[in-house]
């Protein structure tokens, strides 16, 4: 069982368990890349869409993401807005984005990702900022979207493109998750020590921390890896 320890910040403001989520996320998406990368060259026999589990995994890794989203927005920037930290986190992040699809677009120009996981955080990063503070509020945007729109099938279309996209995560009905973490974080759960390995927290611990420099760089490692295999196979 999870607990809530009494003090678990630290000077720079940063909560263990922020991190360790995040960082069960970023591992999720290096193994869920890595088998994708091995399917694409069939090393492995995989059915990413009728597979339950292949099918639902990438989409907890995203939820995961966003959460910890409306939760380190509201630790870094609530009860006030730090303007110069907020802008240049916005701007790494949205030129991050920003590559992702120049890369995409040249090398596979019929599935680029032109609004993929960091977009919709981009754009979530700044749309969340009236919800600091109203954790009711969030709480009811935060299902209200996800779920008339996945259970009902209702609400606002986010634009899209004709081409199947390899990431592609709508700002509705995603943005709700990022306000879910908004509640969660006024409700104390950014405070939760969960009871592990101290192995495990570590690594963890370091993922989440560098979670948008191994977004970034991953694939290009774990593709050019089984590439080279394959090639040298062949």
Not at 46 to 52: S, V
Not at 78 to 86: G, I, T, Y
């Amino acid at each position: 069982m999870a607990k809530v320890a009494k003090v678990t910040g630290t000077p720079s403001g940063r909560y263990d368990f922020v991190d360790e989520l995040r960082g069960v996320a970023v591992a999720l998406m290096i193994f869920f890349h890595f088998s994708y990368d091995l399917a694409m060259f069939d090393f492995v026999d995989i059915d990413f869409q009728k597979d339950f589990f292949w099918w639902f995994l990438p989409r907890l890794i995203v939820f995961l993401f966003l959460f910890s989203v409306g939760m380190s927005s509201c630790l870094g920037h609530w009860p006030q807005l730090k303007k110069r930290p907020f802008f240049l986190r916005l701007a790494k992040v949205a030129g991050g984005a920003a590559a992702v699809s120049l890369v995409t677009y040249l090398y596979m120009p019929d599935r680029w990702i032109y609004f993929g996981t960091l977009h919709c955080i981009t754009l979530s990063s700044i749309a969340i900022l009236p919800f600091m503070g109203r954790p009711i509020l969030s709480l009811i945007v935060g299902l209200i979207l996800p779920i008339t729109k996945w259970v009902f099938h209702l609400g606002p279309n986010w634009f899209s493109l004709p081409h199947q996209s390899l990431d592609y995560i709508p700002f509705t009905p995603w943005f709700g998750i990022c306000l879910l973490g908004v509640f969660a974080f006024h409700h104390g759960l950014h405070k939760l020590v969960v009871p592990a390995p101290a192995m495990i927290k570590k690594s963890l611990k370091f993922l989440g921390r560098h979670s948008f420099l191994i977004y970034i760089t991953h694939q290009l490692i774990l593709y050019g890896t089984v590439y080279l295999v394959w090639k040298i196979q062949h």
